[in-house]
């Protein structure tokens, strides 16, 4: 079918008149341009936020204390109450599905009073109170030192690690940051680590101001006994935790006397729910994508049609004298739709080459500048190409169908009386 | 080679109909070369298109080379075109984007024969008509009568039984009308069928036999002594 004859047939009419064949194939490259740019740009989106989603466990839950809203056994509305060391091992034992269950208690915040001093020095830090754990479930990176272990817990050793931004405040630079002390609230404990926030999600500062304390050092030096603040919960990944989670408060009501249907008397934010959300608006973004690109390349395809027809009728002679000459219609008809076949594949190349470029472009950028808020490694992948040239071929041979049946439609006595 | 009976034909404008051919009767056979003359509007140019397989007659028969010619479609009528007949047109209808030896090669394009045979042939019949040293020109670098040259060669390239010429010399002038006439004549002498729609009487002498038609109907069928269009051009 496309043997040498028909290539010098087809490149013959499109080379007839050069300019129109380069603006209707301009119209197809732009719009496939367009479809592939604007996937990529919304891939890279979705890889900067998930970036920022980092490498936090995000089948996970985090559970708190509020007030109850119902009486219940003989306890009154409104009563405030804390979670208990104990819970954590309950839903432990209730639940294997899940594979960490952390308590956490913490004192000052973002925006507290000075609750740090080291010599001189004084500052503001948020002091959480955790189990090794933690760090699986929230990831950071050490940079010096060691994280909370096991054996800190049982001995309930005075030793702490803390983030990089309470180093710049309380250290002078290159001084030796292990092994001294700080004073929290009054107490003496030694630096065993230091650590950095590997992902931002909104709250980078406050993380790198933060320190962290054993637990059960916690309870102990801070008054806090056997209350937990809240918790983290993660499930094992064949698990959702989103559906694990009314089991997970049922249970846990049930533990602190709460009435089953009390819903205001445990807080919670799933973060498996928050990572479908923005992953769910990804996806909507990305048909949002397609339908737009597609649309834009159906203009570029009618375009292809309108060329056509054009050409069909300057043509109308042409056919005439080649079906006087023993053209088939078939030979006609394959031969318009083979010309916007070529014209459409050629041209949407173009356009898929020009693409490829601008995301090398952008990402010769990104590499240049460094990192961009919310926006990283702009791809498409080849699937997505090849979609895009399996639209391009079908449109191909629509834009051509219309012209080709018209092209022998006309008997061939009427197409030669055609000046 | 041809024979037709009791064609009628007519055309519908609107509501009116315009009957064109009121029953024609014609014969040809193998070898000869035959004049259809008369006035606009006689019927000679629907007569070809019958003939030619581009148009269909309402009424009556037409057999060409034992085969009869009726409810062909498309497709069949295509082949029977390509192997049959071959087309002479009064304004040459050559493809302007292609070179005169792919304007001969055409026919044998659509016939499936091999590119290089193709080309063999195509250029057989170009220095048949004088034209082998233009053969990579494109027509638009060509005379009048060096067009209808090769719009003859390319009538001939399929090897076909009958050549239907319309008007073939009806926009050349008078000296350039007897060079191609010469050479129709010469492939007449080679026994090919001819037949030539015109309305010059000098070019129908230089045929064999004269049809004239007037008002859809035969009204004069003589054959004649041919002019030698060689000896024409010198008067």
Same mark, same amino acid.
């Given at each position: 079918?496309?043997?040498?004859?028909?290539?010098?047939?087809?490149?013959?009419?499109?080379?007839?008149?050069?300019?129109?064949?380069?603006?209707?194939?301009?119209?197809?490259?732009?719009?496939?341009?367009?479809?592939?740019?604007?996937?990529?740009?919304?891939?890279?989106?979705?890889?900067?936020?998930?970036?920022?989603?980092?490498?936090?466990?995000?089948?996970?839950?985090?559970?708190?204390?509020?007030?109850?809203?119902?009486?219940?056994?003989?306890?009154?509305?409104?009563?405030?109450?804390?979670?208990?060391?104990?819970?954590?091992?309950?839903?432990?034992?209730?639940?294997?599905?899940?594979?960490?269950?952390?308590?956490?208690?913490?004192?000052?915040?973002?925006?507290?009073?000075?609750?740090?001093?080291?010599?001189?020095?004084?500052?503001?830090?948020?002091?959480?109170?955790?189990?090794?754990?933690?760090?699986?479930?929230?990831?950071?990176?050490?940079?010096?030192?060691?994280?909370?272990?096991?054996?800190?817990?049982?001995?309930?050793?005075?030793?702490?690690?803390?983030?990089?931004?309470?180093?710049?405040?309380?250290?002078?630079?290159?001084?030796?940051?292990?092994?001294?002390?700080?004073?929290?609230?009054?107490?003496?404990?030694?630096?065993?680590?230091?650590?950095?926030?590997?992902?931002?999600?909104?709250?980078?500062?406050?993380?790198?101001?933060?320190?962290?304390?054993?637990?059960?050092?916690?309870?102990?030096?801070?008054?806090?006994?056997?209350?937990?603040?809240?918790?983290?919960?993660?499930?094992?990944?064949?698990?959702?935790?989103?559906?694990?989670?009314?089991?997970?408060?049922?249970?846990?009501?049930?533990?602190?006397?709460?009435?089953?249907?009390?819903?205001?008397?445990?807080?919670?934010?799933?973060?498996?729910?928050?990572?479908?959300?923005?992953?769910?608006?990804?996806?909507?973004?990305?048909? %949002?994508?397609?339908?737009?690109?597609? /649309? &834009?390349? @159906?203009?570029?395809?009618? $375009?292809? !049609?309108?060329? =056509?027809?054009?050409?069909?009728?300057?043509?109308?002679?042409?056919?005439?004298?080649?079906?006087?000459?023993?053209?088939?219609?078939?030979?006609?008809?394959?031969?318009?739709?083979?010309?916007?076949?070529?014209?459409?594949?050629?041209?949407?190349?173009?356009?898929?080459?020009?693409?490829?470029?601008?995301?090398?472009?952008?990402?010769?950028?990104?590499?240049?500048?460094?990192?961009?808020?919310?926006?990283?490694?702009?791809?498409?992948?080849?699937?997505? %190409?090849?979609?895009?040239?399996?639209? /391009? &071929?079908? @449109?191909?041979?629509?834009? $051509?169908? !219309?012209?080709? =049946?018209?092209?022998?439609?006309?008997?061939?006595?009427?197409?030669?009386?055609?000046? | 080679?041809?024979?037709?009976?009791?064609?009628?034909?007519?055309?519908?404008?609107?509501?009116?109909?315009?009957?064109?051919?009121?029953?024609?009767?014609?014969?040809?056979?193998?070898?000869?070369?035959?004049?259809?003359?008369?006035?606009?509007?006689?019927?000679?140019?629907?007569?070809?298109?019958?003939?030619?397989?581009?148009?269909?007659?309402?009424?009556?028969?037409?057999?060409?080379?034992?085969?009869?010619?009726?409810?062909?479609?498309?497709?069949?009528?295509?082949?029977?075109?390509?192997?049959?007949?071959?087309?002479?047109?009064?304004?040459?209808?050559?493809?302007?984007?292609?070179?005169?030896?792919?304007?001969?090669?055409?026919?044998?394009?659509?016939?499936?024969?091999?590119?290089?045979?193709?080309?063999?042939?195509?250029?057989?019949?170009?220095?048949?008509?004088?034209?082998?040293?233009?053969?990579?020109?494109?027509?638009?670098?060509?005379?009048?009568?060096?067009?209808?040259?090769?719009?003859?060669?390319?009538?001939?390239?399929?090897?076909?039984?009958?050549?239907?010429?319309?008007?073939?010399?009806?926009?050349?002038?008078?000296?350039?009308?007897?060079?191609?006439?010469?050479?129709?004549?010469?492939?007449?002498?080679?026994?090919?069928?001819?037949?030539?729609?015109?309305?010059?009487?000098?070019?129908?002498?230089?045929?064999?036999?004269?049809?004239?038609?007037?008002?859809?109907?035969?009204?004069?069928?003589?054959?004649?002594?041919?002019?030698?269009?060689?000896?024409?051009?010198?008067?």
């Amino acid at each position: 079918m496309f043997n040498r004859d028909r290539w010098t047939e087809i490149l013959e009419a499109l080379n007839a008149n050069r300019f129109r064949t380069f603006l209707t194939a301009f119209g197809v490259a732009w719009g496939i341009f367009i479809l592939v740019a604007l996937l990529a740009l919304i891939n890279g989106l979705r890889a900067g936020v998930s970036k920022d989603f980092g490498d936090f466990a995000t089948n996970s839950m985090y559970v708190w204390t509020q007030q109850t809203s119902m009486p219940y056994k003989g306890l009154p509305k409104g009563r405030g109450f804390r979670f208990k060391l104990e819970d954590i091992q309950v839903l432990k034992d209730n639940f294997p599905q899940l594979t960490y269950v952390s308590p956490r208690n913490q004192l000052g915040g973002y925006q507290g009073s000075n609750n740090v001093t080291r010599n001189a020095r004084t500052g503001a830090f948020t002091i959480n109170g955790d189990y090794p754990d933690f760090i699986k479930q929230q990831p950071m990176d050490i940079t010096q030192g060691r994280f909370i272990s096991y054996s800190d817990i049982e001995e309930k050793r005075k030793a702490i690690v803390i983030g990089v931004d309470v180093v710049k405040s309380l250290y002078d630079k290159d001084e030796e940051v292990i092994g001294t002390y700080i004073k929290i609230n009054g107490v003496n404990f030694m630096v065993v680590g230091v650590f950095q926030a590997t992902n931002s999600d909104g709250n980078s500062e406050e993380e790198a101001n933060s320190i962290f304390v054993p637990f059960t050092t916690f309870g102990q030096v801070f008054n806090y006994a056997d209350n937990v603040n809240y918790m983290v919960a993660t499930a094992e990944d064949e698990t959702s935790i989103t559906d694990l989670k009314p089991q997970i408060l049922a249970k846990l009501r049930e533990q602190r006397t709460v009435h089953p249907d009390d819903e205001r008397a445990l807080g919670n934010f799933d973060r498996a729910e928050a990572f479908g959300k923005v992953t769910g608006l990804f996806d909507i973004l990305s048909f %949002v994508g397609f339908f737009v690109g597609f /649309l &834009i390349l @159906a203009s570029g395809m009618i $375009g292809i !049609i309108n060329i =056509m027809l054009i050409v069909v009728k300057e043509r109308t002679k042409e056919i005439g004298v080649r079906r006087a000459i023993g053209a088939s219609p078939w030979d006609i008809r394959s031969q318009i739709m083979q010309e916007s076949l070529v014209l459409t594949i050629i041209s949407g190349m173009c356009g898929v080459a020009g693409a490829a470029g601008l995301i090398w472009a952008m990402n010769y950028a990104l590499d240049q500048s460094g990192p961009v808020d919310n926006f990283a490694n702009p791809t498409v992948n080849i699937g997505i %190409v090849l979609i895009a040239l399996l639209i /391009l &071929i079908i @449109a191909g041979i629509l834009a $051509g169908l !219309i012209p080709a =049946m018209k092209a022998t439609k006309m008997k061939p006595v009427d197409a030669l009386r055609i000046e | 080679m041809i024979d037709l009976q009791n064609i009628h034909k007519s055309y519908k404008t609107g509501t009116n109909s315009l009957h064109v051919l009121k029953g024609i009767d014609f014969h040809v056979k193998e070898g000869e070369m035959v004049s259809i003359m008369g006035s606009s509007g006689s019927g000679k140019s629907t007569l070809l298109n019958i003939l030619g397989m581009l148009d269909e007659a309402d009424e009556g028969s037409y057999t060409l080379d034992g085969k009869s010619i009726r409810n062909l479609n498309e497709k069949i009528a295509a082949q029977y075109r390509n192997k049959f007949l071959g087309f002479i047109f009064q304004s040459f209808n050559l493809i302007n984007y292609k070179t005169a030896l792919d304007n001969v090669a055409m026919p044998l394009y659509y016939q499936g024969v091999k590119r290089a045979e193709r080309t063999d042939k195509a250029m057989h019949y170009l220095e048949k008509v004088g034209l082998a040293q233009w053969a990579t020109h494109l027509p638009n670098e060509l005379s009048g009568g060096q067009k209808q040259r090769v719009a003859i060669a390319r009538a001939l390239a399929s090897d076909p039984k009958v050549l239907l010429a319309d008007e073939p010399t009806g926009a050349l002038d008078t000296k350039t009308s007897y060079e191609v006439m010469e050479l129709i004549q010469g492939i007449n002498d080679e026994g090919k069928t001819i037949l030539v729609v015109t309305h010059e009487d000098d070019i129908a002498q230089m045929t064999k036999r004269i049809v004239n038609l007037k008002d859809g109907q035969i009204i004069d069928d003589t054959r004649v002594q041919q002019v030698l269009a060689k000896n024409a051009a010198n008067v």
